[in-house]
């Protein structure tokens, strides 16, 4: 806000940034968060998405997030991560 510059370092450390990599690294970061966003639950992601580009107060982000929650424990994917959680393995999701 203050239009001074900082480092992709500096946003890494203030929680402005995920991470702060050297250009030579910087593909392989990118891959390394791709296939773990990959191996997520696919409705949540979609729906966490879906909640950061529609925010439009601390209120309202709350209900949503609340009605969301309810929504996504329907799921099979939910189930799968709890059962999968209860036998120590990783989940795998299908996106219902």
């Not at 480092?7 to 991470?19: D, I, M, N, R, V």
């Not at 296939?35 to 729906?47: D, F, G, Q, V, Y």
């Amino acid at each position: 806000m203050l239009g001074e510059r900082f480092t992709g370092a500096q946003a890494a450390e203030w929680g402005l940034a995920y991470a702060a990599v050297p250009p030579d690294q910087l593909d392989r970061a990118a891959d390394d968060i791709g296939t773990a966003l990959a191996a997520k639950a696919p409705i949540s992601l979609e729906r966490m998405k879906k909640a950061l580009l529609t925010a439009t107060g601390l209120d309202a982000a709350l209900r949503d997030e609340a009605a969301d929650l309810l929504a996504v424990m329907r799921t099979e994917d939910w189930a799968e991560g709890v059962r999968a959680f209860a036998d120590r393995r990783a989940p795998v999701f299908h996106g219902k």
